[in-house]
């Protein structure tokens, strides 16, 4: 039997596909292409895998401090059991992630085959990836390194590409690779295509776990040193496991192709491709996005309450309200509560120059949206202007905020749904609908919901400062400072 233990890499902030996507809330876990998010899909793909030899252990996922309590709850709402939840203090590319979890799997007990795929891509036939996964698998079991590749459909000059070695049947299920080569430009890309034997990089690895250790003590020695240093000096809480900060900072960035992979060719370890034609995007930026999606007769794609009249070629996300288009061709227009994107979908990959200027501005439309998703639930800033503040607050069941104060506003909760514990000072108190509460400026306070459906208020906030750094945490459920 052989064992798999999937790894789902949920780093990266998706900054092309701004507004939707935001450093607090990236595209790997938003609802693009379906019901489910991209994670939600990774997640379920990976653990596909298994088969009378195949046997599949929960996956580990390797996220950043912030958004692990999102991981966990959409791993839940799809109910999908979780290996380890491994938490990279900061990023330094996939190559230290992959190890970190390398080290994991070995210390579990085992040497399994680890699958490793990116959270954020999109695949439309379940079956053929399965299938392809699965030689893929037993290719691994024999010592390979092995990548996915996906069969080359236009001169793409986005992605990397894998060079196989000619001669081999183009019908085969495993290939030899003869070389990596780096994003072309369009004459190259079309030289590619035109010769044959040359996939696109989907960046999916499968391979045994002590096989990367070996290969990466063999090409980067350095990032192994500095990384087996944070993992000794990691901590754990339930599910969570954290390497050391410090050492984790000190760790040399690089990715899992240029630290060991684009070296394999003509080196010591063996290094094959299984071409994937499952229907794969990465969905790096919005043209993708529509590429993927259904259309009309005149080759619109809309998600929400959208009307248009004479539109050709159009992607519209509506989220919060009604978008119309009048004459228009080849456009993108994705609305939020907060912000409006609309650009030419030729030039969809410019959009990381607007998140640039809003970083540089250090404008919150950067980093988070309007509806903000807590552990606990979600707040929603619905209006606000000088010295006060509205937010819709949700509170899952059973959860609460942390105890807490604030040195420059105070506090009006209404109660619009379910049953609220407020603490307030020394005084605990029940309020249900239509009830209300004041929290003094400076006052220790806690929101709590101690029933078993959604607790909602209204929150009016009045004071000098009112951003979310004006919260001073005295006691905390989720291990947030």
Request: aromatic residues 8%; negative net charge.
């Amino acid at each position: 039997m052989i064992s798999v233990t999937p790894v789902i890499l949920c780093g990266g902030s998706g900054t092309r596909l701004w507004p939707l996507s935001r450093a607090g809330f990236p595209k790997q876990f938003l609802c693009l292409t379906g019901k489910e998010s991209l994670f939600q899909q990774a997640v379920e793909r990976s653990t596909a895998v298994g088969s009378d030899d195949i046997h599949v252990a929960p996956p580990f996922i390797v996220s950043n401090e912030g958004h692990r309590f999102l991981a966990l709850e959409q791993m839940r709402e799809i109910g999908a059991a979780l290996g380890a939840a491994l938490l990279e203090p900061v990023g330094r590319g996939t190559a230290p992630a992959l190890t970190v979890a390398a080290l994991a799997a070995l210390e579990a007990g085992n040497d399994p085959i680890l699958v490793v795929t990116p959270a954020d891509q999109a695949i439309s036939e379940q079956s053929a990836y399965t299938a392809a996964l699965q030689v893929a698998v037993r290719e691994a079991a024999g010592g390979a390194i092995v990548i996915l590749g996906i069969p080359a459909e236009r001169p793409e000059t986005g992605y990397g590409y894998i060079k196989t070695k000619a001669g081999a049947d183009v019908s085969a299920a495993v290939f030899d690779v003869e070389a990596f080569v780096e994003k072309p430009d369009t004459p190259t890309a079309q030289r590619y295509l035109d010769e044959g034997g040359y996939y696109w990089n989907s960046g999916m690895f499968v391979l045994r776990a002590s096989l990367w250790l070996a290969a990466l003590e063999y090409f980067r020695p350095d990032v192994l040193l500095a990384t087996r240093r944070s993992w000794e000096k990691r901590s754990k809480d339930e599910n969570f496991i954290r390497p050391g900060n410090l050492e984790f900072a000190d760790i040399p960035a690089d990715s899992v192709d240029c630290a060991v992979v684009e070296r394999c060719p003509g080196s010591e370890f063996p290094i094959r491709m299984v071409p994937l034609n499952a229907g794969w995007s990465d969905l790096g930026a919005w043209d993708a996005i529509w590429n993927v999606l259904p259309k009309d007769g005149a080759g619109n794609a809309h998600m929400g309450d959208v009307i248009t009249s004479d539109s050709r070629n159009t992607l519209v996300h509506a989220t919060s309200r009604l978008v119309a288009l009048v004459g228009v061709e080849d456009l993108v227009v994705v609305e939020t509560p907060d912000a409006v994107l609309v650009a030419d979908k030729s030039r969809s990959q410019e959009v990381k120059h607007i998140v640039s200027t809003l970083d540089q501005q250090q404008r919150k439309e950067h980093t988070l949206h309007r509806k903000v998703h807590r552990p606990w639930g979600w707040y929603d800033s619905v209006d606000e202007s000088d010295r006060f503040k509205v937010k819709r607050i949700q509170v899952k069941p059973k959860a609460s905020l942390s105890l807490q104060k604030h040195y420059h506003r105070a506090e009006h909760w209404i109660v619009v749904k379910g049953t609220a514990e407020i603490t307030c000072g020394d005084k605990t108190i029940l309020l249900t609908e239509n009830q209300s509460t004041y929290i003094p400026l400076g006052e220790i306070h806690r929101l709590a919901n101690p029933g078993s459906i959604p607790l909602e208020i209204i929150e009016v906030q009045s004071g000098s400062y009112l951003d979310e750094d004006d919260i001073v945490r005295i006691k905390d459920s989720y291990g947030r400072h």
